[in-house]
């Protein structure tokens, strides 16, 4: 409804209000009544002008039934949550006054995303000398902005009136979440002193032998080292000999946006270069270039998932979303994720769809790799394996020039589940190479690898075939010679299967075909069935060797379940009597021949 509709409405509604009152003759009451009323119709319109208002400013472009927003995809959903900077304390050190003029220390951090400061703790040992504040007037806390590896400006300087600080720790805490201070992908720095007195003792934290002033952790003291009589910011690793780190806690929280695209930017790279760490980029309809992403923690969803939304490596030669350098205090970040899309033709070096230097918390789920490439490596995905969930994909048909797979995995403990990993070519399904001298620890649920080139179930993942529903059996894709990757409805990856012990959905397409060849009515297209030409539904396999029950071809004349010796194609436990029957088989002395 337009503003000029909603105006000629109220016009009219209060014409005919008045006219009405006028006839009826005027009086104070009816006059209060009737601006009671008029205030009344005012407040109606300025509601409907304010819903309308919010309405227009809704997304227009869902256009489907989006599963990103039912259930992953709520935007701007992670809130404030805090998060320490620093870990445990490890080693003391002392600065006392004796030892140097300095009188300020300061420690740098890191403002990666869009940061805002809660709180800051320092945290006092007084194991050493006593720490005391004899003037009274109490420590004080200084916030700097960076500049060129030192404190710049001040930023913020609030006072605490600790006098007696004479337990063994103590910690004396500045709430500055008043203050609004935001950093933005911007350094700062955070130090301490003592008011109208010299410094005594310090608790502080070695930085793990990094001895590097240009260390991010580098911490830094105010004085006059050298004498000259002006006082200036030293390294601190200059004047001891140690890139001291400060027990300092940096309380911090994120807020994220979203950047929607082509909404707010016509390409992913784009709105990668404008994100801060956090942030979700939200993917429209449409058939994009990949990206890459350097030094940021980003969540890629799409809006209305794989089928709609398309990363093509051949519109810009590359891969899909390389990854590049970020190995810092995994344990402090949120999960990046990238939900809901379809990586065809992407290359690379070592990975050809989604790759490159990263080993913080990661899933990847509800997307298709169909046809990505690379030269060496993995032809979906190379990438660390801390924390890595693949969940609800489908990967076929890709390939590597080298001996690869589809899936390379460096250390770690990822978990792949309810995915189908099928038709790699020159490659395995998922291989591993180490991280930290440790191979990766895997845990495969429900999860279907068919057809790989040079193996399914090898290396580092043998142990997991036929456990957690784990299987080796033709998806059943629709068409994959046009990259229609949706499964028949006869498949065991369909979630309404009779056989899909797991009940959901394995792959990230459903069922959009239907129809096999059943050559024994059996239900299971002969493709999958362990015995095509012999009717056995339940698929039984008791000796897991690929070949039901049913139909394992071997004799067993004295019926005791086990079959004779020498038979052709023999594949069943054979009898050590195979003429007397003998179900226990015992055997005393070992010998291959029953007791009996």
């Not at 038979?567 to 226990?584: A, E, G, M, V, W």
Request: glycine share 8%; proline share 3%.
């Amino acid at each position: 409804m337009t503003d000029l509709i909603k105006l000629c409405i109220l016009r009219s509604i209060i014409d005919y209000y008045l006219r009405k009152q006028i006839r009826s003759g005027w009086n104070m009451s009816r006059l209060q009544n009737s601006i009671q009323f008029i205030l009344l119709i005012l407040l109606v319109f300025f509601s409907l002008h304010q819903l309308a208002t919010a309405q227009e400013k809704l997304p227009k472009s869902f256009l489907h039934d989006s599963f990103s927003l039912q259930s992953q995809a709520v935007e701007d959903t992670v809130d404030c949550n805090t998060l320490f900077y620093y870990g445990p304390i490890t080693y003391f050190f002392t600065i006392a006054s004796s030892s140097t003029s300095m009188t300020t220390y300061a420690q740098r951090f890191s403002g990666y995303g869009r940061k805002k400061l809660s709180s800051v703790n320092l945290m006092l040992y007084t194991g050493f000398n006593s720490f005391s504040d004899t003037s009274g007037q109490g420590i004080e806390m200084i916030i700097y902005e960076y500049a060129n590896g030192y404190p710049g400006a001040e930023i913020l300087r609030i006072q605490d009136s600790a006098i007696n600080l004479s337990s063994p720790t103590a910690t004396v805490s500045f709430d500055v979440s008043s203050y609004n201070l935001n950093f933005e992908d911007q350094d700062y720095f955070i130090g301490f002193t003592v008011v109208n007195q010299a410094v005594d003792t310090f608790a502080i934290l070695s930085d793990d032998g990094i001895n590097s002033s240009s260390n991010n952790s580098v911490s830094v003291g105010y004085g006059d080292e050298d004498g000259d009589g002006i006082f200036s910011w030293y390294y601190l690793v200059d004047v001891f000999g140690e890139n001291f780190k400060f027990t300092i806690d940096a309380i911090y929280c994120f807020n994220p946006t979203t950047i929607r695209v082509p909404e707010d930017y016509s390409t992913i790279q784009e709105a990668v270069d404008s994100a801060y760490g956090y942030d979700t980029i939200l993917v429209n309809d449409g058939v994009y270039a990949g990206a890459e992403v350097f030094q940021k923690q980003i969540i890629f969803k799409s809006v209305n998932g794989q089928e709609y939304t398309t990363i093509d490596g051949s519109l810009n030669t590359g891969m899909g979303l390389k990854f590049s350098a970020y190995y810092n205090n995994t344990s402090n970040w949120y999960n990046a994720e990238i939900d809901g899309f379809r990586f065809i033709n992407c290359t690379g070096t070592t990975a050809g769809a989604i790759g490159g230097t990263y080993f913080h918390p990661f899933t990847i789920r509800n997307s298709v790799f169909y046809k990505n490439h690379a030269t060496s490596g993995a032809g979906a995905i190379n990438c660390g394996g801390g924390n890595l969930l693949i969940e609800n994909c489908t990967f076929s048909h890709n390939s590597t020039t080298n001996i690869g797979a589809a899936i390379n995995i460096r250390g770690g403990q990822p978990i792949i589940r309810n995915s189908i990993i099928s038709n790699t070519i020159n490659g395995t399904s998922i291989s591993s190479t180490t991280a930290y001298s440790n191979y990766p620890v895997y845990t495969i649920e429900c999860t279907n690898i068919y057809n790989n080139q040079l193996s399914n179930w090898a290396g580092q993942i043998v142990s997991q075939e036929h456990t957690n529903n784990n299987f080796s059996l033709d998806p059943l894709f629709c068409d994959t010679s046009i990259g229609d990757l949706h499964i028949n409805d006869l498949s065991f990856c369909n979630a309404n299967h009779t056989l899909n012990n797991c009940g959901v959905l394995i792959g990230a397409l459903g069922v959009n075909c239907s129809g096999c060849v059943d050559s024994d009515s059996d239900g299971i297209c002969d493709l999958n069935d362990n015995c095509p030409d012999i009717y056995n539904p339940d698929q039984t396999d008791s000796d897991l060797d690929g070949i039901g029950d049913s139909c394992d071809t071997c004799t067993d004349t004295d019926t005791d379940g086990y079959g004779n010796v020498g038979f052709p194609n023999n594949t069943c436990l054979n009898d050590n009597c195979p003429d007397i029957y003998n179900p226990d088989q015992t055997d005393s002395d070992l010998d291959g021949i029953g007791d009996s």
